[in-house]
């Protein structure tokens, strides 16, 4: 397989006017039937992209093609000296009942519960029938659905325009939607299933009466309505935020159980991962129903960015991923204490995006070749790609940032565009985001180190800051990038700010100079993490517990703690630190915080995790020495705090459910506080968690509780897991939890995993499955980086490379870090990936293997 380049880019030959599609599903088959009105742009050939479709039928303005007249290789239909306007007739046949790599159309379930759903992003649609599926070919569709009528529900994007039975075969019905935006192939979406619905409107602030439907199984409607809600807050907030109203008639939400990642915006007809859409106070934990409503709000604001604006190539994947995940947690931060939500998505980035950078995956937001797009669906992409637009929009503010966004939607409405345009966009007030583009060309993690000076004769504080950024093979050396450092300046005494500012560090090194400043102040940098960099500044460990009393920003009083910790764990990384500084600290703000901000003070005690501290150490990473560190840590703190956990505990009693920021806050605390109690082994302790087990009000609490019992080994451990699997035997997504719990419990070895993947529930053919114990077991070195548990996880990516090889590729890319192993693991990992190597076939998993060994 090839690799494709950004500078290759051509623009298509020839546009699509329209494309009408005929779907007939059948038993053991389908048959596709296209017309493309197509005319040409520029000269060159018509190039069409096809994979796994067995051509019936060709034509060309009404003439049947003959073999000459065209060329079919390589997963391209190629016609050559066609006139310039063409209208092309194609009949397929597909086969969506053996499609296991989910991509495509494709069939999910079983038994009677099977249902036949779409996945075209990136480059599914060539998966049902010839086409220029590229993002910057855009068309209006009409498709025709037609499948016997025991699947009710025939949905594809737009309006619904005729439905009817079928004379000649009255087992069939069938159905006309008509989408009127110009769409690429990748936003299509088809579905033939049995669902029920949940419906209701909206009417949007340009006066348009909305539709809006969630369709799932029977059993699981009722708990569609937290979906239903986030929808309808999302349309609104981005009315509010951006000046955005839907353009639709109808929206449209199918949730399907086998899905490859979260969710998908196809225009008008999302089709969403049950785990992602479904949610309920007995099944669903708080932190899993708060990414509910974060992901149907990422999927609803692609309607804008994305669909109405969509990417000219799939090199600008960051344009549409990038921005949504920016507004989509710019929602989410409304929607709690926006110093938590900025929490959670920087631990995110720091546990995964910061180790992508930091290893052979390594590549720019804006990626500049690829063998299989799939493989760049990344954390880099997505993450880092949002931290980027929150750059610029930090260093705009609020009014020129939304003239920006305003210009960019007035500009491009309608089109496939590039970062550059984005950029240009937004720098209608402001030339100097134009500056930000090297962001998205240069991979790796800029470190940012500093030290200040105080001069108490001229009253001046400077702070030198200076950049680095490792060199990553293949790219250009590294150049300074333009870095936003959020600063303030306390006073020592007062514990009051003297000074705010943000420091724009552009160069490689830079001085930036206070005037006025009576005695030397403790300097907070990098507020609200306002740059995707590590930061090494010279603090004293009492300055960082000055700072978890003092700050006023929330984010930073965890920022310090982490910054403690890691300085407490990972030594190497700056000074040692003496843990009874961070203990005291932490021991005086718990119970004044707990009162206050429960959810943020459940945050504070945060210990990175195996991984995400794995993830720092360069060279030499031992997992067995992380992992005692930590649990040493983490045991330490149980203990310094023993005597407040049961006065926490008791403080936040079970009461019934509310699913407000706050009851949330007090659930998280609870658990965390539960936790920590069972450690320092608190009298009652045990007993506190079954009880919180059998009388919990929701799953948070009666989650939080089975989590506790499994990791510390209570004596009824087993009896609980038992009861769990009992009491929601009948839940999937509730069955993932039972299985994840497992296998990431501190003391799964190889042995555990085994037995889950032997269990008669377990699913092969089922992402959420897999990843329930594959993906959980990841989240224990120690067992993972041993030879048998590397065998059972490099027997998974051989068995599904074939089968569904996004996902192999996925599970694959975990093992990045191999290369950082003391030996003999690293060794042993080494022949391992060789071994792999040899075995698969998939170019996606081929594609990431060679970049994760190094070659
Ligand atoms: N755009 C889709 C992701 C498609 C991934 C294909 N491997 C979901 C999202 O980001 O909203
Ligand atoms: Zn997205």
């Not at 603090?539 to 009083?557: C, I, S, V």
């Amino acid at each position: 397989p090839s690799k494709i380049n950004l500078k290759d880019y051509q623009k298509p030959s020839f546009d699509v006017e329209t494309v009408s599609l005929d779907i007939k599903l059948f038993e053991d088959h389908a048959q596709v039937d296209s017309t493309l009105k197509m005319v040409r742009q520029s000269a060159g050939d018509i190039v069409l992209f096809g994979e796994d479709l067995e051509l019936l039928a060709l034509s060309m303005n009404g003439e049947a093609l003959s073999a000459e007249r065209y060329e079919l290789s390589a997963g391209k239909l190629t016609i050559s000296d066609a006139p310039d306007e063409v209208t092309l007739a194609l009949q397929v046949r597909i086969c969506p009942q053996t499609n296991t790599a989910l991509e495509g159309f494709y069939m999910a379930g079983s038994g009677d519960e099977t249902m036949f759903v779409t996945q075209c992003e990136p480059e599914g649609f060539r998966k049902i029938t010839f086409y220029p599926d590229r993002p910057d070919v855009l068309a209006i569709f009409t498709t025709r659905l037609e499948a016997d009528k025991r699947y009710p529900t025939l949905l594809a994007n737009g309006n619904l325009v005729e439905a009817g039975e079928m004379i000649d075969a009255p087992n069939r019905h069938y159905a006309i939607w008509h989408d009127p935006t110009n769409k690429p192939s990748y936003l299509f979406a088809c579905v033939v299933a049995d669902l029920d619905v949940l419906a209701d409107s909206y009417t949007t602030s340009e006066g348009r009466e909305v539709l809006l439907e969630v369709y799932a199984k029977s059993a699981d409607i009722d708990k569609c309505t937290v979906g239903m809600q986030a929808l309808k807050d999302s349309m609104q907030w981005d009315e509010v935020n951006y000046g955005r109203a839907y353009d639709l008639d109808r929206y449209m939400i199918v949730a399907v159980s086998q899905f490859n990642m979260g969710a998908m915006e196809n225009k008008g007809l999302n089709i969403f991962n049950t785990a992602c859409v479904l949610s309920s106070p007995e099944t669903t934990t708080d932190t899993r129903s708060f990414s509910v409503k974060a992901i149907i709000a990422h999927e609803y604001f692609h309607n804008w960015t994305g669909n109405r604006i969509t990417c000219r190539d799939w090199f600008q994947l960051c344009l549409k991923e990038g921005f949504t995940v920016y507004r989509d947690q710019s929602f989410s931060a409304d929607q709690q204490s926006s110093a938590v939500q900025r929490i959670d998505d920087v631990a995110t980035l720091r546990a995964h995006q910061f180790a992508e950078d930091a290893g052979p995956l390594a590549h720019p937001v804006r990626p500049e070749s690829f063998v299989e797009i799939n493989n760049f669906y990344t954390t880099t992409v997505y993450e880092k790609g949002a931290e980027i637009v929150r750059m610029i929009a930090n260093t705009l503010g609020a009014d020129d940032f939304r003239k920006g966004t305003d210009e960019y939607f007035r500009r491009y409405d309608g089109q496939a565009v590039t970062v550059e345009d984005f950029l240009s966009a937004l720098s209608i007030t402001n030339g100097k985001v134009e500056d930000f583009i090297d962001w998205y060309r240069q991979p790796g993690t800029p470190v940012v180190s500093g030290h200040q000076d105080y001069d108490s004769a001229t009253q001046t504080l400077t702070i030198t800051l200076s950049q680095q950024t490792r060199h990553v093979s293949g790219f250009d050396a590294p150049k300074p990038l333009p870095i936003p450092v959020a600063t303030a300046l306390f006073d020592k005494e007062s514990g009051k700010i003297i000074a705010e500012s943000m420091l724009l560090l552009d160069q490689a090194t830079q001085t930036f100079t206070f005037e006025g400043v009576s005695a030397e102040p403790v300097v907070s940098l990098l507020r609200d993490f306002s740059a995707p960099v590590q930061l090494n500044y010279d603090y004293q460990d009492e300055d960082l517990a000055f700072l978890l009393k003092h700050e006023t920003n929330g984010f930073n009083r965890w920022q310090v703690t982490q910054m403690l910790v890691n300085r407490i764990l990972l030594p190497t990384q700056g000074t040692k630190s003496n843990p009874d500084v961070y203990l005291a600290a932490l021991a005086q703000t718990l119970p004044v915080l707990a009162g206050e901000d429960a959810m943020l003070a459940a945050r504070l005690l945060d210990i990175p995790s195996a991984q995400e501290l794995a993830a720092a150490i360069p060279e030499d990473y031992d997992p067995e020495v992380v992992k005692a560190q930590r649990e040493g840590l983490y045991q330490q703190l149980a203990e310094a705090l023993k005597d407040q956990w049961e006065m926490l505990y008791k403080q936040l009693p079970l009461h019934s459910y509310e699913d407000s920021a706050e009851a949330r806050g007090e659930r998280a605390l609870r658990n965390v506080v539960l936790d920590m109690a069972l450690s320092a082994n608190v009298e009652g302790a045990v007993e506190w968690a079954q009880q919180q087990y059998d009388n919990a009000s929701c799953m948070t609490e009666r989650f939080g509780a089975l989590k506790a019992m499994v990791n510390h080994q209570v004596a009824n451990a087993d009896a609980y897991l038992a009861d769990f699997y009992q009491r929601f035997q009948a839940d999937d997504l509730v069955i993932d939890l039972w299985f994840s719990v497992q296998a990431s419990a501190d003391n799964v070895n190889a042995d555990v995993i085994k037995s889950l993947l032997a269990h008669e529930d377990f699913d092969w053919n089922t992402p959420n499955r897999v990843r329930s114990v594959i993906s959980a077991f990841t989240s224990q070195p120690t067992a993972l980086w041993t030879q048998q548990g590397l065998d059972i996880y490099t027997d998974v990516i051989k068995k599904l490379d074939d089968s569904n090889p996004m996902i192999a590729s996925r599970l694959l890319q975990v093992l990045a870090r191999w290369n950082t192993l003391a030996e003999p693991r690293r060794q042993m990992a080494h022949s391992q990936l060789l071994d792999v190597q040899q075995q698969v076939s998939s170019k996606h998993v081929h594609e990431s293997l060679s970049s994760v060994l190094g070659a």
